[in-house]
Every structure is written in C-alpha cells, then in structure tokens.
C-alpha cells in the first residue's frame, strides 16, 4: 500500500521543476559558507542513532539525515558538503542545536510544544511508542501488574512524563525512578534497583541488555512518540530546505529502502500511522 502509493506521488512529482536555491540567510548561509553541516548524534539511541562496533555513527535517523545533506548540496548548488558529527546526550541535545553547536540533531526526539519553545522540527520520520520492558522470568504481564513496583525512566524524556501520567491515570502508585540516561536505566532495572524500565519501544529493543533473552517488552503502548528532526526555532529557509529534502527521500521511495536496511531484520514495517506521515510528508513541488 505504501510503495504503490508513494510511486504514485513520484510520478506525479516527475512532472514538477527541481526546487529554486533557498535564500541564503540564518544556519543556511553559514552551511553554504562553510560547506559543513554541523549534525547532531546520539550515541545510545540504536536503532535511530548509535555508535557501531566500527565506531561509526549510524543508525535510521543518522541515514535519513545523510539524505538531507545530500538534498541539501542540490538545493544551495554546493558540491561535497561535509558532515560534522557533534555528540549529543538526551539532555543536551535540543541545547546543541538550540546555540548553534549542531545546525540538525538526527536522533529519537519527539516532538513536543513544549520543546517547540526552544527548537523547532521537521515534518515527522517516524512514529514510536513509549513502553515498558520487564525481566521475562517476572509475573508481570501488562500495565496492571505494575502497580506498587519501581520503573525506571530518563529524566527529561516524553517517556518520563507519560509514566507519570499512566502512574497517576491507572492508580498504579508506582515509584518512578528518574535516572541521568540510558546506560543509568539499564543498571537500576538490571541489578533489581527497578522492577522495569520504560523507554521508546524500538530503544528498548535496541538497549544493550546483558542478556537481552531475560528482558520482554510489555504489549502495553503508553504514549504515541512523533520523531522528527530538530531544527534552529526561527529558521524557516532551513526548515523548508529539511522538509523539501524529505518530501524528495519519502516520493521517490528512498524512505522504505532505509526503513527496511534498519527494521526488515526485525520483521517490523510501516505501521497505519507512520505510512500517513511518510504520505503526508511526501509534498510536491
């Protein structure tokens, strides 16, 4: 359904003159100045954004990124951009590209008004969902049986806030436990400091579980997580050449060939809600 629906916008796109250069101003002059594109990365959010056995950035949202830029070459006319990595945690990563240290930060981040306060998005890239992993030799089976355990979350995450509210909304009494960052959520759910940990479901697939066979992930979804890439607030040149080089990756069909490279092997694909995005987002000329 997606692919023949995403030829067909291709076909009509075909018809449709490239873009014109953007204006050059903001984060977009200095790109084309510089000829390096400053991109944040995160190093624990695999599959999204990761560093590799090869000590390598990759990941689904770091590939998609590396489209943009070469989007972005075609747009300003500029040959052989340079991609500058800049490593970001789940703190400060909004902060890098909110003062300029990272022009775009290609990881997990969901988009949220309240973060629309200090960043501004592109048009989604995906759509997760937050859950709860568990140790599979547990009698816990769903959100119910949580009630009265301690749940391990990052601080400063969407996930924080929608455990707080299933905490409140479903009369859990749960103890919350708030940590620095993932490897910190890890240790507590690992040596019994916390009875689960909640995360983005597809992180908590990826996380790097000492025995990844002990852990099972609850059917529960607790949040719907819209992904997108963080852009500078008050830049609207950059964030129409992001959404142009998007609607570029998601029309000609590019954006399944990275979904498959990254989620095939997991036996995932595109689910209702994120085909509606990649089809909305895929916005001619």
Do not use: H
């Amino acid at each position: 359904m997606l692919r023949a629906s995403l030829a067909l916008i291709g076909l009509v796109a075909a018809v449709v003159t490239d873009a014109p250069a953007q204006d050059l101003n903001s984060r977009l002059k200095t790109i084309a100045a510089s000829k390096t594109v400053k991109l944040a990365y995160r190093s624990d959010a695999t599959p999204f954004s990761f560093m590799n056995e090869r000590r390598q950035v990759a990941g689904f949202t770091i590939d998609l990124c590396k489209e943009v830029v070469t989007s972005l070459e075609r747009q300003l006319n500029i040959q052989g951009l340079t991609i500058q990595w800049v490593a970001v945690t789940t703190q400060s990563r909004f902060d890098a590209v909110a003062t300029g240290k990272a022009d775009l930060e290609c990881g997990s981040s969901s988009v949220t008004l309240t973060r629309m306060k200090q960043v501004d998005f592109s048009n989604f890239v995906f759509i997760e969902s937050t859950g709860v992993a568990v140790k599979s030799t547990s009698k816990i089976d769903s959100l119910k049986d949580l009630a009265g355990k301690k749940i391990a979350v990052i601080g400063g995450t969407t996930n924080e806030r929608a455990m707080a509210d299933t905490n409140r909304q479903s009369k859990l009494n749960a103890t919350i436990v708030v940590v620095k960052d993932r490897d910190a959520a890890i240790a507590a759910f690992e040596d019994g400091r916390a009875d689960a940990f909640a995360s983005d479901k597809l992180l908590l697939v990826g996380a790097q579980f000492k025995d990844p066979q002990a852990v099972r992930i609850l059917p529960d979804e607790l949040s719907i997580e819209p992904y997108a890439i963080v852009l500078p607030r008050n830049d609207g040149a950059l964030r129409l050449a992001v959404n142009t080089a998007l609607a570029e990756i998601y029309r000609s069909g590019e954006i399944l060939k990275i979904f498959d490279r990254w989620f095939a092997p997991l036996g995932l694909q595109p689910g209702p809600l994120l085909t509606s995005s990649y089809l909305l987002g895929a916005l001619p000329e």
